[in-house]
């Protein structure tokens, strides 16, 4: 509607016309309702939004096919990070089905395990054009994301009930998908440094151990055992000991050879050898 606003100084009459859009205060007061009752209910709250993965596989666009958005999502995504997976899902971004067709989006999402984060994203616009998400819906999808999401909602002066629900608020598409892919190129960089700092590593400590065996090396000969004369001592010992296990078993045998002369000696069987006789006189037999 127009609104005119009279001032009066003298004959001076100032005449200044305001224009605003017809239903622009009935939506700001829709959406401050709306914002303080999903606050109340926790949505907004600071301790359940997710940290987005440092290395997606997948990354998933809900956003419109036409348009400057998803290019610029598509350029960002292969420059910074081509490694990753990038799928659109086309909603609309602006009208009176918009809002359905985000709350289908990304409930199509959550039937497939292996996206990791989630872009919505779309341009900038008026607050009648941004409305689809400032919808509870929408907010409520959102929140019920399984994947964490980037919200990239109009210019970064927009502010959508999206962008507070969201894990993350990404001011511009671009910089949504900045946020959710790493720089390959800063990737290669730190891992350059990390095998040239490991390679330094390694070469200091394979120095260090050297210079401390080499240290050790004259003083483990010091304190060492002397080899060559506990071999020599070990020869001794054994020959000794054969020696003496030698005279032992000759003398044993020697003990045994006279055991078995005496146990001989005693011997029916010899004496039965050498011939005996029973002499009895010959009228009684009695034994002589």
């Known amino acids: 509607g127009r609104v005119s606003l009279y001032a009066s100084r003298g004959d001076l009459q100032l005449v200044a016309d ?5 239903g622009v205060g009935d939506l700001q007061m829709k959406l401050e309702q709306l914002i303080a009752k999903l606050e109340g209910e926790g949505l907004f709250e600071q301790s359940r939004k997710r940290d987005i993965p440092r290395y997606p596989r997948r990354v998933a666009a809900v956003t419109s096919p036409i ?19 990038l799928s659109l899902v086309p909603v609309l971004v602006q009208g009176e089905r918009a809002a359905a067709t985000i709350v289908d989006g990304i409930a199509a999402l959550d039937s497939e395990p ?3 984060v989630v872009i919505l994203a779309r341009g900038g616009g008026s607050l009648e054009d941004l409305w ?7 907010a409520r999808a959102v929140f019920a994301c399984r994947a964490p999401l980037i919200s990239a909602v109009g210019h970064e002066t927009d502010t959508t009930i999206t962008d507070m629900v969201a894990d993350v608020r990404a001011p511009t598409p671009s910089a949504a998908a900045e946020i959710a892919a790493p720089d390959q190129a800063e990737l290669s960089a730190g891992l ?3 095998r040239r700092a490991l390679t330094a590593a390694a070469s200091r400590a394979i120095h260090n151990r050297s210079e401390t065996l080499g240290r050790l090396g004259p003083r483990l000969s010091r304190v060492g055992p002397d080899l060559d004369r506990q071999r020599a001592r070990i020869d001794d010992l054994l020959q000794s000991a054969g020696a003496t296990l030698r005279r032992n078993l000759a003398a044993r045998s020697a003990n045994t050879d006279a055991l078995a002369m005496r146990l001989r000696a005693l011997s029916p069987t010899d004496t039965l050898r050498r011939g005996y006789a029973i002499v009895q006189t010959a009228d009684d037999s009695t034994v002589v």
């Not at 305001?18 to 017809?22: A, G, K, L, N, S």
């Not at 348009?67 to 997976?85: F, H, K, N, T």
């Not at 689809?132 to 929408?138: L, S, Y």
């Open 18 to 22: 305001v224009v605003q859009p017809e």
């Open 67 to 85: 348009g400057s958005v998803w290019q610029d999502i598509q350029s960002v995504i292969e420059r910074r990070y081509p490694l990753a997976e």
């Open 114 to 116: 292996d996206v990791d």
């Open 132 to 138: 689809p998400f400032n919808e509870e819906a929408v």
């Open 192 to 194: 350059l440094a990390r």
